[in-house]
């Protein structure tokens, strides 16, 4: 059994914003991805933004308090969609210009088995959607594990005017795919990652 000393110390250091208890299970997030596809008159396009420098202690299977939520801020101008006229085709779309970030906020995260549920919010345009039940399947990356949910929304649902042209090509459908990934550190290996690292 680790000293009391040396487990706070490892859990301090696994968290800025909250330390969960010793009986509760948590990941640590690493990374994320954040994709926004959409159909068009020529096809599917898919515009995307990864971070990796964010990192937070997500605790499991409750409601996390407001203040301990980990949340997302994604630049809109940001996404890359390929090309620089659909890139700022989309951050047009998206009002950047008055609300420079969309942002999503994990309020509950639950494991059964392998498989992860969320609940989250999506501030997109400043308009605040929760999205309630999101199924997280669990795949495996290099030296983490990814967990990946799928959204299907609207730009009408968004509250957005859908745009006639993107880069003055074709026209754009309605509906959006948005996938959400983390990658996460499982409880025990970021424990132990962290005991290490004050070992040294």
Not at 25 to 41: H, K, L, P, W
Request: charged content about 20%; proline content about 4%.
């Amino acid at each position: 059994m680790l000293p009391v000393s040396i487990f706070l110390i490892a859990a301090s250091m696994l968290s800025a914003t909250m330390l969960p208890t010793k009986k509760e299970a948590f990941v640590v997030i690493t990374g994320n991805r954040v994709s926004v596809a959409a159909g068009t008159s020529l096809g599917n396009i898919n515009c995307a933004y990864t971070s990796s420098t964010q990192k937070d202690t997500l605790v499991l299977n409750r409601q996390i308090p407001q203040s301990d939520r980990l949340r997302l801020a994604i630049p809109v101008k940001e996404f890359n969609c390929g090309n620089v006229f659909l890139n700022k085709d989309f951050a047009k779309a998206l009002n950047a210009s008055q609300h420079p970030y969309t942002k999503i906020e994990v309020v509950c995260l639950k494991q059964d088995g392998k498989s992860y549920t969320g609940n989250l919010n999506l501030i997109v345009s400043g308009r605040n959607i929760p999205l309630r039940d999101v199924i997280f399947t669990a795949y495996p990356g290099k030296g983490v594990t990814n967990l990946k949910g799928n959204i299907c929304l609207n730009f009408s649902e968004l509250g957005l005017a859908t745009p006639k042209k993107m880069g003055g090509l074709f026209k754009v459908e309605d509906e959006l795919q948005v996938t959400v990934e983390l990658q996460v550190v499982e409880q025990a290996r970021a424990l132990n990652e962290a005991i290490a690292r004050y070992k040294k």
